[in-house]
């Protein structure tokens, strides 16, 4: 159901970006709490350990209990109305990029629009188009997340406003090149191998039904969340780094600030600073996240798909009959 496929014309691009918004929308709520986590260990400067002196995070568990005591349950879904925003508005343009752009290798070239090769290319595209749309809001949910007590920000118009005034329109695109960088290979990834695992499953497990292939596309869907996420991480740590730039005052509570000038000088103070090491700070939880958020993306995709089709095969029907 992921791209387009000649032999089951069911999902229009319309639709794709409906179900696209719907399955952003249910996995933001459900893995928040993990991506607060996520933000919080990339922004950290001191090494993730209790053996690390100012370090005020150690672990998942620990951070956990630290951020629910000092800041309380709310926490674990600061900017949550931004990232919701950035959830379905990617949802729906990354699926209906997708989409389209798939029905156009079939149409225009030789390629077979479900070759794995395709889906690479096509999801890395439509990675990147929707990065694009939604890169302003992606810098607001982690200042959000990143922000401490007490907050800078009240609300999101009061951060829009404050940004705008203080840093200007281009502080909304901190972070651009990796991202942009890392979301080609990273989505590539995921929609390739999502695919392949796919295409290998039904090819180890015969059709079982529906609620087989539920669990199938979610277990394939989890697996591809990690491979992808293991590939690419550093570049997404570089990209919340520098969504914090001239930000640091909001971050004194948490430790150790940094100032970079770019990527590149970025990834030199990381590397003389934190080690190797420090290129992978947050992998655990963005593993976690990655597995659960990937999963159900192309789980709740496809079901939506699904219902979207049943809902037009019904009417039809009924039209029909009546």
């Known amino acids: 159901m992921v791209g387009y496929d000649p032999e089951a014309k069911c999902v229009s691009v319309a639709e794709a970006a409906a179900a696209g918004s719907a399955s952003g929308f249910v996995t933001r709520v459900l893995v928040s709490p993990l991506d607060v986590i996520k933000i919080r260990f990339q922004l950290q400067i001191e090494q993730l350990s209790s053996r690390s002196p100012g370090a005020k995070y150690h672990g998942i568990l620990q951070a956990v209990q630290c951020i629910f005591q000092e800041e309380g349950l709310r926490a674990f879904w600061k900017g949550h109305v931004p990232a919701q ?89 901190r972070g651009l090149t990796p991202t942009i960088i890392a979301i080609f290979p990273y989505a590539g990834l995921q929609f390739s191998s999502y695919n392949i695992l796919q295409q290998f499953s039904e090819w180890v497990i015969p059709a079982e039904g529906e609620k087989g292939g ?13 491979i992808s996420k293991t590939l690419t991480y550093p570049f997404d740590l570089f990209k919340k780094r520098l969504q914090v730039g001239g930000f640091e005052h909001a971050r004194a509570a948490f430790g150790q600030v940094r100032m970079y000038r770019g990527l ?59």
């Open 214 to 226: 539920n669990v199938k596309n979610l277990v394939c869907g989890s697996c591809a969340g990690i």
């Open 85 to 173: 925003l950035l959830s379905v508005g990617y949802g729906a343009v990354q699926f209906m990029a997708f989409e389209s752009l798939t029905k156009m290798v079939h149409n225009v070239t030789s390629y077979n629009a479900r070759d794995s090769f395709v889906h690479f290319v096509c999801g890395g595209l439509a990675a990147c188009t929707a990065t694009v749309a939604v890169q302003p809001v992606d810098t607001l949910r982690t200042r959000f997340a990143a922000q401490g007590e007490p907050k800078i920000y009240r609300n999101l118009h009061h951060a829009v406003v404050t940004m705008y005034q203080t840093e200007g329109p281009q502080t909304f695109y």
């Open 264 to 322: 590149l000088d970025c990834m030199r103070q990381i590397l003389r600073e934190e080690g190797p090491g420090g290129f992978f700070k947050g992998l655990s939880p963005s593993l976690l996240k990655a597995a659960l958020s990937t999963g159900l993306i192309f789980f709740c995709y496809e079901l939506f798909c699904s219902l979207l089709c049943t809902l037009k095969s019904t009417d039809g029907t009924t039209r029909k009959e009546g």
